[in-house]
């Protein structure tokens, strides 16, 4: 079973730069699991961050920002703003027949 | 402007067999590297993938659901159908759609529909 995993919360204050992680159990993570980035607010449906590492949509703010870390999909946002505060979810491409599989998410909290 | 959205009961039997449809606008699924994928999350939980339908009518499913899966296609009507059999309370979830591209060497996950909530219950 493919486990996806990312931390479960973490604290940032405005204006500050926090970076979100999101490791594979089948090793590294690549550009070849052209990793994806969601944000989810409460009673909403999740938005599109960031697509195959670093690359952002028309609608991502540019504080956005995606990367390899250490062999690890990263998001970082950098000069944190209060309506960042959400779950963040992650998911990667395992190619083929298997399946895409999504991180358990990070509860961002801006405080 | 690409919308999605999510259509089917609110509430099903267990045993019973979920049927959703996600309707669809602003693209064709006919068009090579366009995709769509459902994808579930239970009430306070994260998300899960579930299943996905090519423009080339190629078929993807989650590993752990996919005896129970089926996704299809209808172009002309710009609909993507899941159904899922021998529905249980643990499959009780917000259900979503959602567009996939894959264009330039990249796969883009970008537009997702408003979701619907399933309950399982007797």
């Known amino acids: 079973q493919t486990v996806v995993t990312q931390e479960p919360s973490l604290t940032v204050s405005p204006g500050g730069t926090v970076t979100l992680t999101c490791a594979s159990s089948?090793?590294?993570?690549?550009?070849?699991?052209?990793p994806n980035w969601f944000q989810q607010k409460p009673g909403q449906a999740p938005r599109a961050l960031i697509y195959s590492t670093s690359n952002k949509h028309s609608w991502t703010p540019a504080r956005f920002s995606g990367s390899l870390l250490g062999g690890k999909a990263a998001l970082t946002l950098s000069g944190v703003q209060p309506e960042d505060e959400a779950e963040y979810y992650c998911l990667l491409y395992y190619g083929g027949a298997r399946p895409w599989v999504f991180g358990g998410g990070t509860k961002l909290t801006v405080l | 402007q690409v919308t999605l959205r999510e259509s089917g009961p609110a509430l099903v039997k267990p045993t019973q067999t979920l049927t959703l449809t996600c309707t669809f606008s602003?693209?064709?699924?006919?068009?090579?590297?366009?995709?769509v994928s459902w994808i579930r999350q239970p009430p306070g939980k994260a998300l899960e993938w579930l299943a996905r339908i090519d423009w080339d009518d190629d078929k993807y499913y989650s590993t752990s659901l996919k005896t129970r899966l089926t996704i299809s296609k209808d172009t002309s009507k710009n609909q993507v159908v899941l159904t899922m059999t021998n529905m249980d309370p643990v499959d009780t979830a917000t259900y979503y759609c959602?567009?996939?591209?894959?264009?330039?060497?990249?796969?883009?996950?970008?537009?997702w529909g408003q979701g619907t909530l399933v309950t399982v219950s007797s």
């Open positions: 602003g693209f064709s699924l006919s068009t090579s590297g366009m995709c």
């Open positions: 959602a567009r996939i591209l894959w264009y330039s060497s990249s796969w883009r996950f970008d537009y």
């Open positions: 089948t090793g590294a993570v690549t550009s070849g699991y052209y």
